[in-house]
């Protein structure tokens, strides 16, 4: 089993950047495909990037390619999100997840993930 907590989250200016930080608990935290899903109110919870346990799989939503970038640090047992050039539609509770199905071409969905960390809050002003 692995225990999620994020940190990070905040409130910043249309264009402006913010990193996430998921920590892990569990020694097997290399073995999961992790996952940075958003859920803004009365949304779904949608997938924004998800790095496979090597970090040599990447997926990345339509909407936040080229502007986010995931990363992992085994080591660390620690995910990440780098969000920059931010916009207002940005604005939502960032969930970490971990999953075992591997990455393919298709949008992961938040059913694929057994683990759950409370969420950060990302708030973008315009």
């Known amino acids: 089993q692995v225990q999620l907590v994020e940190s990070g989250g905040g409130l910043v200016q249309a264009g402006g950047s913010l990193r996430l930080s998921c920590a892990a608990s569990g020694r097997t935290f290399s073995s999961y495909v992790m996952g940075w899903f958003r859920q803004a109110p009365g949304k779904e919870r949608d997938i924004v990037a998800a790095?496979?346990?090597?970090?040599?799989?990447?997926y990345y939503a339509d909407s936040v390619r080229g502007r986010f970038t995931i990363s992992r640090d085994n080591a660390k047992n620690t995910v990440f999100l780098q969000m920059s050039s931010l916009k207002p539609e940005d604005t939502a509770v960032y969930y970490c997840?971990?999953?075992?199905?591997?990455?393919?071409?298709?949008?992961?969905?938040?059913?694929?993930?057994?683990?759950w960390g409370p969420g950060t809050q990302v708030t973008v002003s315009s």
């Open positions: 790095i496979s346990w090597t970090g040599g799989s990447i």
């Open positions: 997840a971990a999953g075992t199905l591997p990455i393919t071409s298709m949008a992961p969905h938040a059913t694929d993930y057994g683990y």
